[in-house]
């Protein structure tokens, strides 16, 4: 290697050096000191005492913890198909020009902004079952008034609609930007030719828009996964560990059971199963996406 390439290698490592010490200190160093508290019984307050995998074999043969698996997992298939469905229909809607679409592109983002604890806040009162909105809606349907956050098969359901509200903006944002980048001659052709409107989204837009698309599911998935606040703030867990989600799970053990050995090993479980189905995502998701 010439001293012009060693000078060229020497400035890109200054320019990420930066990067590399936030990362490093922020993400890399605390990762590995978890993994090291997983290998250890303690609660904070008393000397760590280091019983090897003991807390993984203890997470693995709980009832708890698989329910708090399966109650995420049932919180991911709830919002993510639900709110990257409702996001395509509000894209491929406001990518239409109409007076005072600019007000409409506002008002679908602003949850987005919107603080989670006060939204959560706010749901609890339109989720009440004897006053609350959800309900006063219900009866002006017809249909049979629910329980919601009181009733353990039915209080998901609900925080489910709140993630549900949250996170369609940014989908929507996210895939409004994917459709302007498709190029107009495809649906001129496609017109041409004779095609509907739906004919067009089907074979033009929802393939053109796989990438994009795929993206959104990823960054929805891991969104979901950590799901946390919506549910300290309008359930803690409940009724009946109906909403005992991983995050919760771990919290509750961390600082409230002081078993900061075991919920650090429910953080790596976590960790690890976010890190290999994103990895799943990218080595299936991308070849479908490129098949197309």
């Known amino acids: ?3 012009r390439a060693q000078i060229d290698n020497l400035h890109g490592w200054l320019f990420i050096s930066p990067a590399i010490v936030i990362f490093t200190v922020f993400i890399f160093a ?11 019984k303690w609660n904070m307050l008393s000397p760590m005492r280091f019983v090897g995998l003991a807390n993984y074999v203890k997470m693995i043969g709980s009832d708890h913890f698989w329910n708090s698996v399966r109650i995420s997992m049932l919180y991911v298939l709830g919002t993510v198909p639900v709110s990257i469905g409702l996001a395509m229909i509000f894209a491929i809607m406001l990518n239409t020009i109409v007076h005072g679409i600019a007000f409409f592109r506002i008002m679908i983002y602003l949850p987005v902004v919107t603080s989670m604890a006060a939204a959560a806040i706010v749901f609890q009162y339109i989720f009440e079952p004897t006053f609350g909105l959800a309900n006063y809606v219900l009866d002006v349907v017809g249909l049979e008034r629910m329980m919601w956050l009181n009733d353990p098969n039915q209080a998901l359901v609900a925080v489910v609609i709140v993630g549900i509200w949250k996170r369609v903006g940014y989908n929507t944002i996210i895939l409004l930007a994917g459709l302007q980048s498709i190029p107009t001659y495809y649906y001129e052709a496609a017109t041409i030719d004779g095609a509907s409107r739906m004919q067009m989204i089907r074979k033009i837009t929802i393939p053109l828009l796989s990438p994009v698309t795929f993206f959104v599911t990823v960054m929805q998935i891991i969104a979901s996964l950590k799901v946390f606040t919506s549910i300290v703030i309008m359930t803690n867990g409940g009724p009946a560990r109906g909403t005992d989600v991983l995050p919760y799970f771990l919290y509750k053990n961390a600082f409230e059971y002081h078993k900061m050995g075991y919920a650090s090993a429910v953080a790596y479980f976590l ?15 991308e070849k479908r996406v490129h098949y197309q």
């Open 271 to 285: 960790f690890g199963a976010i890190f290999i189905f994103t990895l799943a995502q990218f080595r299936f998701g």
């Open 30 to 40: 605390p990762m590995g000191v978890a993994f090291f508290i997983s290998l250890q």
């Open 1 to 3: 290697m010439g001293r």
